[in-house]
């Protein structure tokens, strides 16, 4: 990617595709399911997850992505579909 997208973190790269629409209003957009490889970092403009930050493919997901970042800030969006506790505290510690 030669610009800049914002990367829509799902479950099932099915069911990102109106969220990657409206992105797009603002920024380009890729839709990345959490077992696919991230694209280039230095393009990557944020992150938003829609998806549950409690199960293990997703945190091993969001942990290379933090791998490829080395320190760079990066804003993240999480969409929760259950808020509590545990799922604001999951979100929290993304950043």
Known sequence: MSRGCVVILVSRPDRGHALAEAVRTLA??????????WPDP???LGVIT????????????????????????????CLLGVRN??????????G
């Open 50 to 77: 829609d998806l549950a930050l409690d199960r293990m493919e997703v945190r091993h997901s969001l942990k290379a992505l933090a791998g490829r970042l080395a320190g760079r800030p990066m804003p993240i969006v």
């Open 85 to 94: 506790e545990a799922t604001l505290r999951d979100a929290e510690r993304l």
């Open 28 to 37: 380009g957009s890729r839709i990345v399911g959490i077992e696919e490889t």
């Open 42 to 44: 230095g393009s990557i």
